[in-house]
């Protein structure tokens, strides 16, 4: 892109000019529209109802399969959890005040894949394999999923391969679902992803292959490569309407969840959810979802880090999937590696314009804080990228949001979507947490 244009964007876009500056920044999105405003979107809450009757077909399947799911039946679900010792940390450390009512939900300790990208992830391999199982005469409707581990249909999935670019937890969560059905599974990686995910993903039995370079690098190149073999699926993280599916069925379990612990959803108690942000796809599954099932009442958040706001971009300038956070020259460098992503999602953003309340953007020092800060209070330990929504409720307060809407902060249940972390290794969050620990000593009481 040309100086020229950026100063005409920056003059059309003032936000740009902090966004540029890689100043932390909260966006209220002017492009919002009630639900009853809304034409048509390219999904609705009958996709996501057919999308929980798979995973209800495939529950037997993945007890079998997961011994880890054999308590659940083969439901992969997360709790939510109310954290005040957060709260109350949180605020003796700062002046602006979390009020209302905070929850965690524990995506961080979804099974299988330790992350949010167990619900996309595994639901769009799941899709794929049973379309192939029906279409090869293996399975007929009605059949009892179990037959999906076995020989004859590891042998049969052998002949297809699944291909997949990743920062690391979509490659995880594709990587373990593929490998045990059978597929071949490749995973297409920067050089500079962590260690121990490309090790695990081996360990598993799934082919990791690195690329120099940023990531859109390996999606390019993964996607090549899968599509030379003519039995080749891509899982396109960039434009797939089967991972944001998978996502948005959360939305009806967590329904569920806030009847169980009685809390009320309604035009006087608004739900705030604040959901990590890369690609846009599981934030974006997740807040389709949350629309269909709670209406205007639910209002989601982004968090974008500083150095990858891709999916503020998109939608700020209208650009959508066709601008990159390098065409204004951010580098898109930070350790919030689920969230390292440059350029939008194709299918999500869209989407997301019309439903989403606003975006913030966060640098990484603050990720560490509230990690150390989340694990000091609740002995809870989360991935760094999965800390981001735990500012949201000072964010927000900090605009006119609440005041234009008439809310009562009391009245607010803010849900933070802790996204990943489980798989972990202890020495990795040992030094996250002494990283977050000595930030917070080093300026007591800033996080903000
Ligand atoms: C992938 C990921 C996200 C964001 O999901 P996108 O679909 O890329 O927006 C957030 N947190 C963690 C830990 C992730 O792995």
Redesign the pocket.
Known sequence: MAFSDLDKWISQYPLLEKIIKLEPVTWINPYRKKMGEIRSLPLNKRDMQDAEALWKRFAPYLAKAFPELKSTKGFIESGLEEISAFKKLFNERQKGKIEGWLFLKRDDELPVAG???AR?GIFEVLHYAEELALENGLLKPGDNYEVFDSEKFRNFFRQYSIGVGS????GLSIGIISAKLGFRVSVYMSSDAKEWKKNLLRSKGANVLEFEGDFGEAITEGRRATFADPKGYFVD?ENSKY?YLG?SVAALRLKKQLDEQKIKVDAEHPLFVY??????????GVAFGLKQVFGDHVHCFFVEPTHSPS?LLGILTGKMEKISVHDLGIDNQTE?D??A?GRP?AF?TPISKLLISGIYTIEDDELFRLLYLLGKSQNIFI?P??TAGLMGPQRILQTNYIKENNFDPKNITHIAWA???VFVPKDEMDRFYRRGEKLCEHKAGVVN
């Open positions: 992350s949010i990208k996309g920062t690391g937890n979509l993280d991972l996502y959901s990590p942000c890369g690609v846009g796809g599981s934030p974006g999916v919030a689920g969230l992503v999602s999500a991935e990228s999965a996204t990943g972390g």
